[in-house]
């Protein structure tokens, strides 16, 4: 990505660093806000996609990281698709939730870290999702535990879940996590 | 016709309705479906969100599966999300960079020349309308559904090659076949929110209802989904959204597919329907279906 005309006072590295990483330019963006028309999540953000974009375009980096917006995205693809100058937007966001991960840096709500964090391990060594500990780890860590709870015995009746783990592979799986570990 | 079945996490507990109900209908239809050896799960939405190498990798991996177990070139997927992964992984794998990490990760080259289909895919277009006409032993003629698709089986269309992604109309077609009364509404691409069920249960809550809510009012009295998150989201949380909006849904929730397994005769509880959350009895017995 090169930028032309750079102004002073502007912090391009930010910017940058996400082209690095994810391929993207934001620069393309004309703030035509099709993205945040069509975002379900838009009522729960501190702020729009539209100014997510802005931000990272003026090198806001503090702003971004102390609202909420990144973490609201629901991965739904809508603004990818609509964006009329092709930019992967859900993208950019999970560029941004993969930056604030490596950089460890402070947020308000670590649950969707935690999630992330569990549901990885779990695969790791189990090649599949085992719903149960996924639940019951996760409520544990977000200091939730009874989260659901009436929903787990329905869930038993009904012969809806799985009560223990399918053990996949764990070899394999520890050797593909390892392998990508050590790419980085 | 035989086709590599890759089911998924979620279709072997949550989504076990579809798993079950897609096997019968496959069965029927003369689809020959082989599970994949030792499939791992795809990743899903916590991977891409925390380590895109991987994300591609796990998807990559079950490809590679398939070629060297079952030497089939064609996986059919019924779950949305591991679809879109495993689409997403083989549009990513084309950059060779990435290429080359994947292949010392997964530790093999041999995943190229496979084409990843959805299950509606597979029965639209390697079926076809035809033979599905043929094998329909009760019209369904007092259903009145609203097709729901979900986010990620037509977004984004650069990934899934769909050419109808604001207004899909592949389930549509399959349920006039069967009978069925196809209601136009829309939220047929809207999220429910699924990925938020644990982390933010509000917006989960908000969106799902959102959704419930266009379609009951567009008259529908059931929905039709392809996607084992859509219908855990849409059929369990009834009960907490009617208690936290003050609202009123009952409104069965059920695959296409154990809708096509009804209306080829084959009885309500080989194709799971009574183990949903969102009770369906008295809604089969008023159609004339127990």
Known sequence: MKINNKLEGIDYSFAENINKISGQNVYLCYQCKKCTSGCPAFSFMDFSPTNLMRYIQLGLKDKIFKRNTIWFCTSCYTCTTRCPQDIDIAHIFDTLKIIAKKEHIKINNKSILKFNMVWMTIIKYFGRIYEPGLIAIFNMLNNNPLQNFDLAFKLIKNRKIKLFPSIIETFKMMKIFLNAKRLK | ?290
């Not at chain 2, 136009?184 to 699924?194: E, L, P, Q, R, V």
């Open chain 2, 1 to 290: 016709m035989k086709v590599s079945y890759y089911p998924g996490c979620s279709l072997h507990s949550t989504g076990i309705e579809y798993n079950i109900s897609t096997q019968k209908i496959c069965k029927t239809l003369g689809i020959d479906l082989i599970e994949i050896e030792n499939w791992i799960c795809c990743g899903s939405s916590p991977t891409h969100q925390s380590d895109e190498i991987l994300s591609i990798a796990l998807p990559i991996k079950n490809i590679a599966n398939s070629k060297k177990n079952n030497n089939i070139n064609e996986i059919c997927v019924p779950c949305a999300s591991c679809y879109s992964r495993l689409k997403f992984a083989q549009e990513k794998i084309k950059d060779i960079e990435i290429q080359n990490k994947v292949e010392y990760i997964i530790n093999s080259k041999d995943y190229h020349n496979v084409t990843v289909f959805h299950l509606l895919d597979v029965i639209i277009k390697k079926i076809g309308l035809d033979k599905i006409k043929t094998k329909v032993k009760k019209l369904l003629s007092k259903f009145k559904v609203a097709s729901y698709y979900g986010c990620l089986l037509t977004r984004p269309p650069k990934i899934t090659e769909k050419v109808k992604y604001e207004n899909p109309d592949d389930m549509e077609s399959i349920l006039g076949v069967l009978g069925v009364e196809n209601i136009d509404w829309n939220m047929k691409t809207y999220c429910c929110g699924a990925s938020f069920a644990l982390i933010q249960p509000d917006v989960m809550l908000e969106l799902t209802k959102r959704i419930l809510e266009d379609a009951v009012s567009a008259g529908a009295n059931a929905i039709s989904v392809a996607c084992p998150l859509c219908h855990f989201n849409l059929d369990s949380r009834q009960k907490k959204i009617n208690k936290k909006y003050n609202t009123n849904f009952n409104i069965p929730i059920f695959y296409f597919s154990q809708l096509m397994g009804l209306s080829f005769g084959i009885s309500p509880n080989r194709l799971g329907v009574f183990r949903h959350i969102t009770k369906v009895k008295e809604y089969l017995f008023n159609k004339e279906l127990l």
